[in-house]
């Protein structure tokens, strides 16, 4: 599976971010490897996004789905483990993540 390059993401970068900027967005398997939603070993796409209030999140859902469809319908990643492997984050920027 594909996953964008990215840097940690820290509280000063996402505090210039406009809301719902696209933070980081990759492919990772449904798998106890990746981020098991159903243990079905298919692909997964996930995005993480700005919220309105200096906040952000992470939405994954099958890969069939476009990252747009997925910003607006996916399930929220919820899981401190797999939120940090998708997004690597200082403890300041993981404090703002909206559960």
Do not use: F
């Amino acid at each position: 599976m594909k996953k964008e390059k990215q840097k940690i993401l820290t509280i000063e970068v996402l505090v210039q971010l406009k809301p719902h900027s696209e933070i980081a967005k990759g492919e990772i398997e449904d798998s106890a490897d990746g981020i098991n939603m159903t243990g079905s070993g298919n692909p997964l796409k996930w995005v993480a996004v700005t919220g309105e209030i200096g906040d952000w999140c992470i939405y994954v859902q099958w890969a069939h789905r476009d990252y747009e469809w997925i910003k607006h319908h996916g399930d929220k990643v919820h899981n401190e483990h797999n939120i940090r492997k998708l997004v690597p984050c200082s403890d300041k920027a993981y404090a703002r993540y909206r559960q």
